[in-house]
């Protein structure tokens, strides 16, 4: 299941038809398609995927550029990975709105793998100060490990993000940008 918040107005088309996600997300909160193997969803601007639950439900104050939003939960499925893969966002992009630690940068990681140059990690102003003055060591040290694999990653961002995570030995939860100035 795909659970997704827009702006007012956002549509996609589930399965041939108009799925109006803004209108759902101003009456109930969010709107939800079920995600088979074959199930045709088609997005024509950007979309933001985000981690977390209370992120998701609030990221119009994430500051992105997406009017259109779905839920992450952590650990992309691999089923959500193959459909952003194959996912024509026409001139948008993915923009992939993780905690900065070590499992939101490996899922990144994942996301630009299926999608190359449309998926763009979310780097809020003031990233480092938030690290510094917020972060969580142990967000760092349990899943330590997972940064192993990405120092030979050639995208920008990745190499950006593992210098600030060994500089300060801490994660970021991405809720902390919801409540708190840098």
Known sequence: M???????????????????????????????VVLGSDTSIAIEEALAVVENREAFLRFEDLGTTARLACLGGGFLSARMVEWLGALDVGTGEIIHC?????????????????????????????????????????????????????????????????????RHGQGLEQEILLHNTP
């Open 2 to 32: 795909l659970l997704f918040r827009g702006a007012p107005g956002t549509t996609i088309t589930y399965e041939g038809a108009p799925f109006r996600v803004g209108q759902l997300t101003e009456t109930v909160g969010v709107a939800a």
């Open 98 to 166: 993780p905690d900065y630690d070590p499992v939101g940068l490996s899922e990144f990681q994942r996301l630009h793998d299926a999608c190359g140059a449309r998926a763009r990690l979310f780097w809020p102003d003031g990233l480092e100060a938030f690290l510094e003055r917020y972060g969580k060591s142990d967000l760092y040290k349990d899943s330590a490990a997972r940064l192993d694999g990405l120092s030979d990653a050639s995208h920008p961002d990745i190499q950006r993000l593992l210098r600030l995570l060994h």
